[in-house]
C-alpha cells in the first residue's frame, strides 16, 4: 500500500493566487513527521515545511503553510501568493517512528503563469 | 540553512568504468545520509542508508556490490557506481539528516546526472 498519496499530478495556478497541493498518507505509527519538498527543474530537492503528527498548530514557513489534518490524514501544502520561480515539482514525504528514512509520494508539478 | 554538496554535478563515461559520487554536509554532521535514484517524471528512490562508521542498509532489490558505500566521516558519504553500463544511467542524488533541526529533515544535494555510453 502507498503511505503517501498525490493525486493530481500536474496543477496550473495563476501569479498572485494561492495553490493547494494535496496529500494523504497512511501509518499505523501515532509518532511520524510530515515534509514537503520542491525540485526546480534543474533538480535540486529543497525542504519547505515540517509538520510533527504531535504539534498542535500547523506550520507555516514563509509563503508556505501545511493544512494539517489528522483524523483525514491529510498534509497539504498551501502556497500564497504565487510566483512564477514557484513553477517546480512537489514532493511530499513521510518519516515514521523513530526510523529516519522517508517515504515520498510520486509529486505534483505545479505550472505559474504570468 | 543546512547545506549539502554533491560533486561531481554530471558525468558522462564509456560502459565499464566505475565513477564515484560524493556527498558532504557542510554545516552540519551527519551520521546517517541516504542515497536516492531519480528516473525522469518520477518520485524519489531510497537505494540505501548510509551510516557513518558502519556499512550501509540497502533497499530491497539494490545490489550491493554495484552500488558501493562508505561513510568514513560525519561529514562525508560516497556512492562507487562499479562497472557502470547504461541501464545505470540516471540522475542520483544524496541527502543528509540534520539532527540540529525540528523535525531532523533531510536535506538534499543538488544531484549527479550519470550517462553511461
Known amino acids: 500500500a502507498q503511505k503517501i498519496t498525490q493525486t493530481q499530478p500536474g496543477m496550473f495556478v495563476q501569479e498572485k493566487e494561492a495553490v493547494t497541493l494535496d496529500c494523504t498518507y497512511d501509518t499505523s505509527d501515532p509518532s511520524y513527521g510530515l515534509f514537503w519538498y520542491k525540485q526546480p527543474s534543474s533538480g535540486e530537492m529543497i525542504f519547505l515545511i515540517y509538520?510533527?503528527?504531535?504539534?498542535?498548530q500547523n506550520a507555516t514557513e514563509g509563503r508556505y503553510s501545511l493544512n494539517f489534518q489528522k483524523a483525514r490524514k491529510s498534509a497539504n501544502l498551501v502556497i500564497s501568493a504565487s510566483q512564477l520561480g514557484d513553477s517546480a515539482m512537489y514532493f511530499c514525504a513521510m518519516r515514521e517512528g523513530r526510523k529516519y528514512k522517508l517515504s515520498f509520494g510520486a509529486g505534483t508539478t505545479v505550472t505559474v503563469r504570468a | 540553512g543546512a547545506v549539502v554538496s554533491q560533486h561531481p554535478s554530471r558525468v558522462i563515461c564509456k560502459s565499464g568504468t566505475s565513477v564515484k559520487i560524493e556527498c558532504r554536509s557542510l554545516d552540519f554532521q551527519a551520521t546517517t545520509m541516504f542515497w536516492y535514484r531519480q528516473f525522469p517524471k518520477q518520485s524519489l528512490m531510497l537505494m540505501a542508508t548510509s551510516n557513518e562508521g558502519s556499512k550501509a542498509t540497502y533497499e530491497q532489490g539494490v545490489e550491493k556490490d554495484k552500488f558501493l558505500i562508505n561513510h568514513a566521516s560525519l561529514t562525508l558519504s560516497t556512492l562507487t557506481v562499479t562497472s557502470a553500463h547504461p541501464e545505470d544511467s540516471s540522475f542520483y542524488i544524496c541527502?543528509?539528516?540534520?539532527?540540529?533541526?525540528?523535525?531532523?529533515?533531510?536535506?538534499f544535494g543538488d544531484g549527479t546526472r550519470l550517462s553511461i555510453l
Open positions: 509538520q510533527g503528527s504531535y504539534d498542535q
Open positions: 541527502s543528509a539528516r540534520d539532527p540540529g533541526q525540528s523535525g531532523q529533515p533531510q536535506h
